[in-house]
């Protein structure tokens, strides 16, 4: 389910004042990372991570595997900012409009 462009720019504001749950650093991404970041989608749908700048792998990387891992949407990748969206699951939930 790709974003349109329209979505995309709308996410892209929503987060635009988000703080980032989580820094990317020189470990990388590993697991315990993509679980926790996992939990905030569930509970957030929109995230922002940092990617420090000892990170291995440049944000627009990093923000594509994390995508994949967490089977969510990179919305945008800002400098050093990676958003991300996955609607979440929970039913007794307000969803992210956009």
Same mark, same amino acid.
């Given at each position: &389910?790709?974003?349109?462009?329209? *979505?995309?720019?709308?996410?892209?504001?929503?987060?635009?004042?988000?703080?980032?749950?989580? *820094?990317?650093?020189?470990?990388?991404?590993?697991?315990?990372?993509?679980?926790? !970041?996992?939990?905030?989608?569930?509970?957030?749908?929109?995230?922002?991570?940092?990617? !420090?700048? &000892?990170?291995?792998?440049?944000?627009?990387?990093?923000?594509?595997? !994390?995508?994949?891992?967490?089977?969510?949407?990179?919305?945008?990748?800002?400098?050093?900012?990676?958003?991300?969206?996955?609607?979440?699951?929970?039913?007794? %939930?307000?969803?992210?409009? %956009?």
């Amino acid at each position: &389910n790709m974003l349109t462009s329209k *979505q995309r720019s709308n996410l892209k504001a929503l987060a635009a004042n988000l703080q980032p749950v989580a *820094q990317v650093g020189k470990g990388g991404v590993n697991e315990n990372m993509v679980k926790s !970041l996992s939990d905030a989608l569930e509970a957030r749908e929109l995230i922002k991570i940092s990617v !420090l700048t &000892n990170a291995e792998n440049e944000a627009k990387e990093t923000g594509a595997a !994390l995508a994949e891992a967490l089977k969510a949407d990179c919305v945008a990748v800002i400098g050093r900012k990676v958003i991300l969206y996955r609607r979440s699951s929970r039913k007794d %939930f307000e969803h992210v409009e %956009f």
